[in-house]
């Protein structure tokens, strides 16, 4: 059975690869068990050298990977050289700060000597996603291997060639064979090498009902998962918000990705004094970006990566609009040559409770907005949904919004004034629905391994 990355601009196939037999994938797992025993007694420094040579060559390879993702999933280039820089942050914030975090910890007892050490646990599947094909995977390998693990990468079927491109940059940055390797199969096979004695533990960035699968087939065998799900993310704006900035903001943060965020702004629920005006502004903002090839310069809004993911945001959109919303920009699949997966940039308004748009995951270029009596309600409208992954707040009160940021969204990135993003150095998950456990940061480099009490 082949593999087959299609372009999602014109539906053509790009390339055709065989996928991995049952006993080809079977070899890879021995290959990453052998590898585990000696990668493990590898020191930090020589680990941290081999991240740092993987930034490296991220950095120099990044025009041909940022075109590499524009063919398979319909990535700008601009932002997929954007992605390409980010993962080579993380490669250098493991790097360099990997040994501090996985330190031996003292602790005082009546033992003579007793302390707490954090040890790798071996092979650790990841399941990754289309959406962010070199982010969402080097999110997953750099902290896991800086910790000692070593990893095997199931990649989404659609970008098989931006997976086998990570295979060969840990490769030519000197990782020994065995210790990441990417795994040609299709979805369906992925409880046979979760259930593989060798393999320890699942990490999944996906949709809730993916992650459900795994953590079911994982949780039955024991074995540790970290699921990064779905989300539909709240973006308050209250009547003393920087209109201008709001707008801007939430537009940037709906389109970014072609609107195939798991973080991207979803729900704008905005304040009935100041709706008028932001739905004006927003509209202006989501109707200026460039639709086209991602594989031109000048483009700023893609194709969503695969035509039948496009054919379902319509059906959904269509849907709210028969429950009452109102389109008042796009809402259609926009008519130009070679058009396989577009969709144009959509606003639908007057969105309530009861609609898709106000209760699932619009995964591509539509804005839902809905109207808020005030603050107390548009903080109930915001938790009021089974995702958590992030949320944001607009207000000219700084203390007011990091109040509500901290103490009454459910979510578990929540920012003030700006769009919700990863960063390396601060970990990054939800509650819900949108997963458990976290990646990132000091918290996401401890989520694999085995904390071990050594007691004398």
Known sequence: MAIQSINPVNGKIIKSYKEDTAGKCAQKIA????????WRRTSFEKRAQHLLKAASLLRARKEALAKLMALEMGKPLRDGAGEIEKCARVCEYYAKNGAALLKDELVKTDAKKSFITLQPIGIVLAVMPWNFPYWQ?????????????????????????????????????????????????????????????????????????????????????????????GGSDPYIVLEDADLELATTICAQSRLINNGQSCIAAKRFIVVRKVEKEFVKLFKEKMSNKRLGDPIMPQTELGPMSRADLRDELHRQVLKNIKDGATCILGGNIPDFKGNHAFYSPTILTGVKKGMTGYSEELFGPVACVITARNEAHAIEIANDTSFGLGAAVFTKDILKGERIAREELQAGACFVNTFVKSDPRVPFGGVKQSGYGRELGSYGIKEFVNIKTVWR
Do not use: Y
């Not at 910790?147 to 491109?165: I, R």
């Open 137 to 229: 995977s080097f999110r997953f390998i750099a902290p896991g291997l800086m910790a000692g693990n070593v990893g095997l990468l199931k990649h989404a079927s659609n970008v098989p060639g931006c997976a086998l491109s990570i295979e060969k940059i840990l490769l030519d940055a000197g990782f020994p064979k065995g210790v990441f390797q990417t795994l040609l199969i299709g979805s369906k096979r992925v409880p046979q090498v979760i259930e593989h004695p060798s393999v320890k533990a699942v990490t999944l960035t996906g949709s809730t009902e993916a992650g459900s699968r795994v953590a079911e087939r994982a949780g039955a065998l024991i074995k540790k998962t970290v699921l990064e799900l």
């Open 31 to 38: 290959l990453a068990e052998k590898a585990w025993l000696t």
